[in-house]
């Protein structure tokens, strides 16, 4: 652990040719996820060369689009250092909102909408200010919040599915632009996807992302540095439960109505976070990786569909890969922190500060 | 590095949660764990034993049973097939004859599915008929959830403090019961099991429609009748280990087999996103000409799947739950909806009539069960009429006070 570099380093590193960056930023495990998504794709277009046609291309992109955008919604949550176990109930219950209050009333379908974002937008609230103010761990207030949604839907339903909303309302998770060339259609959920995926991207870069990360790697001096750091979290949550909300609406059209859509979405979503390359525990990866993640997941159930794994085998090969590469990727960023092979993410070490004695700083790595 | 490590675990612990939810979706099964084996009420040893084909499953004796009693004459009238059965071995119940109402007391699995919910509408209203005609005085209910453990508890706190004068059964899993019904018949009370079987005939009857293999068969033989050796048929299943649905694969699987249908069978825990997805992969794999269920919930999902891809839409065999029938007409596909008889919800409470009456009653008590064909469908659509997506067709209650507000409504009692 004798890093003997100091900012020239790091400015020799930020001036190094583009290349040279887009190289070394596959090589974390935030980059590394767009490499695995990739290499699947090669995968699954050997196993079937006819998934590689466009128009099944994008309806592939449709069908991601919701884990994709619950990635990116759980993304704010967890590298702010929190959980969101509730995702998935949240899921569960705007579907049944959508199916039982919009019914075949297509006048209704504006005003659930709204209803649907504002619940969406309350559930995220109360994780958040539990969270924060009570300061009880996010991991159990969701895992509250879950199974309160759960029983309230059990309560609703019985547990069984009723009848699917109108058509029209339907349409956002099913329609498309048609007529399109090349691609034949465009799926209305890709065009929401593009649309989260951008908002997000550019939320990160704005000053609320940057303090979003800062927390999730040191609250407290986050908290020294003047932010509000409960209020930050709380938006993280809210931000959460609304992308949670959008992937319902999106699945309610895709799907249609059943209490089994959106169960697991929590957990799917975390690995995908997680695959992503994000750190659990915060302040480390990258948004759009996040949705990478869920695209990796995707294109390998897709692969064990089309390999033709036995159906019985099937959960047990999911979990031992997801297992295999959850694990290769933390592994990845230990060995980075060991070998510092990146001054620029060498978190111990202040930049700015001179050059500490050796063994005062940074003992124990 | 604490953090790491900390973070590892969990990240470890969230993946084996992933898998874990992946597989247990079984919340809107028909017929959970270890159901009965059919016909017969024996009981196969399951328990333990892993899945891993459906040649396990499959019983020769029991298949040619139920083969057979497809083409069986049911004793007594048509039009009140509840009351149906084949002839066989009757029960003497003189021993309990009794006067003035009596308390019933139902233990039931769950009411977790569409199925189970048309049938629970069904037997209430059945039983206002019988607390108006004073044969019961009560009903007292105990639902399980889906839970063995809950259902044992709940029979013994009905031998225990129920009060009660006869038991119904709707047990959730085979072995797991047995011990418990056995208990409710120690206590010299009628006890009359129904839908999933145990393994022991101490009931004073079990009803049950004809069984998996029936539907099976049924369903396979359609299916292969209209498709060509070669073709390619989806199979999806809710979940694997259950008896009465492994029995519906495990028959169909054989006949697919012997007409040479290349037939390849997916767990969908009747989830549309899962049902959709699989779909679209076969289809962007090469053509689909047919689509087997062993439960009708989910079908729509399957045939819109067809339509976004914008691919011919397939021979099809569902279930006659009121969504299926609505899409089957609307697209005009080519299909068959088999039965598993939903008016056999209200046959344990007339059953516990003729008991208190003294009359006697079949031991086993086989319920017709017969598919819905497309010359059919049309009738039960118009009978249906108005009723919710999660009806079925064949509930049986037309006679019954607060038909048919009572299930348009659908008021879980």
């Not at chain 1, 709204?114 to 761990?137: E, Q, S």
């Not at chain 1, 599915?161 to 209305?188: C, H, K, M, W």
């Given at each position: 652990m004798s890093v003997a570099t100091g900012r020239s380093a790091v400015l020799e590193q930020n001036r190094s040719p583009r290349g040279e960056r887009v190289?070394?930023?596959?090589?974390?495990?935030?980059?590394?996820?767009?490499?695995?998504?990739?290499?699947?794709?090669?995968?699954?277009?050997?196993?079937?060369?006819?998934?590689?046609?466009?128009?099944?291309?994008?309806?592939?992109?449709?069908?991601?689009?919701?884990?994709?955008?619950?990635?990116?919604?759980?993304?704010?949550?967890?590298?702010?250092?929190?959980?969101?176990?509730?995702?998935g109930s949240v899921v569960t219950a705007q579907v049944i909102i959508a199916g039982n209050l919009i019914g075949q009333d297509?006048?209704?379908?504006?005003?659930?909408?709204?209803?649907?974002?504002?619940?969406?937008?309350?559930?995220?609230?109360?994780?958040?200010?539990?969270?924060?103010?009570?300061?009880?761990?996010?991991?159990?207030?969701t895992l509250g919040t879950m199974l309160?949604?759960?029983?309230?839907?059990?309560?609703?339903?019985?547990?069984?599915?009723?009848?699917?909303?109108?058509?029209?309302?339907?349409?956002?998770?099913?329609?498309?632009?048609?007529?399109?060339?090349?691609?034949?259609?465009?799926?209305?959920?890709?065009?929401?996807?593009?649309?989260?995926?951008?908002?997000?991207?550019?939320?990160?870069?704005?000053?609320?992302?940057?303090?979003?990360?800062?927390?999730?790697?040191?609250?407290?001096?986050?908290?020294?540095?003047?932010?509000?750091?409960?209020?930050?979290?709380?938006?993280?949550?809210?931000?959460?439960?609304?992308?949670?909300?959008?992937?319902?609406?999106?699945?309610?059209?895709?799907?249609?109505?059943?209490?089994?859509?959106?169960?697991?979405?929590?957990?799917?979503?975390?690995?995908?976070?997680?695959?992503?390359?994000?750190?659990?525990?915060?302040?480390?990866?990258?948004?759009?990786?996040?949705?990478?993640?869920?695209?990796?997941?995707?294109?390998?159930?897709?692969?064990?569909?089309?390999?033709?794994?036995?159906?019985?085998?099937?959960?047990?090969?999911?979990?031992?890969?997801?297992?295999?590469?959850?694990?290769?990727?933390?592994?990845?960023?230990?060995?980075?922190?060991?070998?510092?092979?990146?001054?620029?993410?060498?978190?111990?070490?202040?930049?700015?500060?001179?050059?500490?004695?050796?063994?005062?700083?940074?003992?124990?790595? | 590095m604490r953090g790491s490590i900390l973070s590892k675990a969990t990240v470890i612990a969230a993946s084996s949660l992933l898998a874990l939810t992946a597989c247990t979706t079984d919340s809107s099964i028909e017929n959970p764990p270890a159901a009965e084996t059919g016909a017969a009420g024996e009981a196969t040893p399951a328990a333990g034993e892993p899945s891993e084909s459906s040649a396990e499953w499959f019983d020769q004796a029991v298949f040619d049973e139920q083969d057979e009693q497809r083409s069986a004459t049911f004793e007594g009238d048509p039009a009140q097939p509840y009351l149906?059965?084949?002839?066989?071995?009757?029960?003497?119940?003189?021993?309990?004859?009794?006067?003035?109402?009596?308390?019933?007391?139902?233990?039931?699995?769950?009411?977790?599915?569409?199925?189970?919910?048309?049938?629970?509408?069904?037997?209430?209203?059945?039983?206002?008929?019988?607390?108006?005609?004073?044969?019961?005085?009560?009903?007292?209910?105990?639902?399980?959830?889906?839970?063995?453990?809950?259902?044992?508890?709940?029979?013994?706190?009905?031998?225990?403090?129920?009060n009660c004068d006869a038991f119904i059964i709707s047990p959730n899993s085979t072995a797991a019961l047995t011990p418990a019904v056995e208990r409710a018949c120690e206590t010299g009370k009628p006890v009359i099991v129904f839908d999933r079987g145990v393994q022991t005939d101490c009931a004073?009857?079990?009803?049950?429609?004809?069984?998996?293999?029936?539907?099976?068969?049924?369903t396979a033989e359609f299916l292969s009748e209209r498709l060509e050796e070669g073709d390619k048929v989806v199979a999806l299943r809710i979940l694997p280990g259950v008896d009465v649905l492994e029995q519906r694969w495990a028959a169909a699987e054989r006949i697919f087999e012997e007409n040479g249908i290349d037939a390849v069978d997916y767990f969908t825990g009747a989830d549309p996103v899962e049902i959709k997805s699989i779909i679209s992969d076969e289809l962007a794999t090469g053509d689909v000409q047919g689509i087997w269920m062993d439960a009708g919930d989910g079908a729509v999902a399957a045939i819109e799947a067809f339509e976004d891809a914008g691919a011919d839409l397939p021979v099809m065999t569902g279930e006659d739950e009121m969504s299926f029938l609505r899409k089957w007409e609307e697209t005009g596909l080519d299909g068959l909806a088999p039965v598993y008889s939903n008016f056999q919800w209200r046959?344990?409470?007339?059953?516990?009539?003729?008991?208190?009456?003294?009359?006697?009653?079949?031991?086993?008590?086989?319920?017709?069960?017969?598919?819905i064909t497309e010359e059919e469908r049309g009738e039960f659509l118009t009978a249906n009429e108005g009723m919710p997506d999660g009806h079925y067709a064949k509930f049986g209650g037309e006679d019954l006070p607060g038909y048919p507000t009572v299930w348009q409504e659908r008021q879980i009692p």
């Open positions: 190289l070394r930023a596959l090589r974390t495990p935030s980059g590394a996820i767009f490499v695995l998504v990739a290499v699947l794709f090669v995968a699954v277009l050997a196993a079937n060369p006819s998934f590689g046609e466009p128009g099944s291309l994008i309806r592939f992109i449709g069908r991601t689009a919701p884990i994709a955008i619950a990635a990116i919604g759980q993304y704010f949550v967890i590298v702010s250092g929190e959980f969101d176990l509730s995702m297509e006048a209704r379908a504006l005003p659930v909408l709204a209803l649907m974002l504002v619940f969406g937008a309350f559930v995220g609230l109360v994780n958040g200010l539990v969270t924060t103010l009570l300061r009880v761990p996010s991991f159990i207030v309160a949604l759960l029983g309230l839907v059990l309560y609703w339903t019985g547990g069984a599915a009723t009848g699917n909303p109108a058509d029209s309302f339907r349409q956002i998770g099913r329609g498309g632009i048609r007529d399109v060339p090349v691609l034949e259609i465009i799926p209305y959920p890709v065009l929401i996807l593009a649309a989260v995926a951008a908002g997000a991207f550019w939320l990160m870069r704005r000053p609320y992302g940057r303090t979003l990360v800062a927390v999730g790697d040191n609250a407290q001096a986050a908290a020294l540095t003047g932010a509000p750091v409960w209020w930050i979290r709380t938006r993280a949550f809210m931000l959460s439960s609304l992308a949670a909300t959008v992937a319902g609406i999106i699945l309610v059209g895709y799907a249609g109505v059943h209490p089994s859509v959106g169960r697991g979405y929590e957990f799917t979503a975390i690995t995908a976070v997680v695959l992503g390359g994000v750190v659990l525990g915060g302040g480390r990866g990258w948004v759009l990786s996040a949705a990478a993640g869920a695209f990796a997941l995707e294109l390998l159930f897709t692969l064990l569909n089309f390999v033709g794994v036995q159906s019985t085998w099937r959960d047990s090969v999911q979990g031992a890969i997801i297992i295999l590469a959850v694990g290769a990727a933390a592994q990845n960023w230990q060995r980075r922190r060991r070998t510092a092979a990146s001054p620029t993410h060498d978190p111990n070490r202040p930049i700015e500060a001179p050059r500490p004695t050796p063994g005062t700083t940074e003992g124990g790595t | 149906q059965y084949i002839d066989g071995e009757m029960t003497d119940t003189s021993a309990f004859a009794a006067d003035g109402a009596q308390k019933a007391c139902f233990s039931n699995a769950s009411i977790s599915n569409p199925w189970r919910q048309t049938g629970w509408i069904t037997m209430n209203q059945q039983l206002q008929v019988l607390q108006d005609s004073g044969v019961i005085s009560e009903m007292e209910t105990r639902d399980a959830q889906d839970d063995d453990n809950t259902q044992i508890s709940d029979i013994d706190y009905f031998i225990a403090e129920g004073v009857t079990f009803i049950h429609p004809i069984g998996g293999f029936a539907w099976g068969i049924d046959t344990p409470l007339l059953a516990l009539e003729k008991i208190f009456a003294g009359e006697e009653i079949p031991a086993e008590w086989v319920l017709p069960q017969s598919p």
